[in-house]
């Protein structure tokens, strides 16, 4: 009886130590943003609240990003959803610089080819979802 308790505690220690190795392995999403330029954060959307921008934007995520982040950017697999806090309380420009470089260890990929009037279009468009 009294080895088997002993056996218990065993595992439950060898799981404590191995969940928060797992953990802390895992990628941080907030993290995608604590690094931007301060010339980047400062950058304004030329396009903000522009309906035009905004079909534009939608269409070039549906063509770039929805194969992995989803139709309506719920995300699906490894890409998180768009949609929420992450997006609506990051300044424009911190995404615009995270687009342009992506986070390629973990196939997010860059997209610094397309012209920087297009990032911004995927920008304000991102900025529409609920
Ligand atoms: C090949 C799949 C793939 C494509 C295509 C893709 N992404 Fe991603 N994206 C990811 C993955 C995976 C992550 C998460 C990376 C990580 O865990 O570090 C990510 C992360 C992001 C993030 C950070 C979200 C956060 O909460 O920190 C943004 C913003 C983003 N993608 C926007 C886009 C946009 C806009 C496009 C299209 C121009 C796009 N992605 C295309 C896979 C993709």
């Known amino acids: 009886m009294k080895t088997s308790i002993r056996w218990v505690l065993?595992?439950?220690?060898?799981?404590?130590?191995t969940s928060?190795?797992?953990?802390?392995?895992a990628p941080n999403h907030s993290d995608h943003f604590s690094?931007?330029?301060?010339?980047?954060?400062?950058?304004?959307?030329p396009y903000s609240g522009h309906p035009q921008a905004v079909l534009a934007g939608k269409k070039l995520f549906d063509h770039h990003?929805?194969?992995?982040?989803?139709?309506?950017?719920?995300?699906?697999?490894r890409a998180p959803s768009l949609k929420g806090d992450v997006i609506q309380y990051t300044a424009p420009g911190a995404i615009l610089w995270f687009l342009?470089?992506?986070?390629l260890k973990h196939s997010?990929?860059?997209?610094?080819?397309?012209?920087?009037?297009?990032?911004?279009q995927i920008v304000t468009y991102?900025?529409?979802?609920?």
């Open 20 to 25: 928060g190795f797992i953990y802390g392995a």
């Open 108 to 120: 997010m990929p860059a997209w610094s080819q397309l012209p920087e009037p297009t990032l911004w």
């Open 10 to 17: 065993k595992i439950l220690m060898v799981l404590t130590f």
């Open 35 to 45: 690094n931007v330029p301060s010339s980047m954060l400062a950058k304004a959307n």
């Open 100 to 103: 342009k470089k992506g986070d």
């Open 65 to 77: 990003c929805s194969a992995c982040h989803g139709r309506g950017a719920e995300g699906s697999g």
């Open 126 to 130: 991102l900025k529409t979802l609920p």
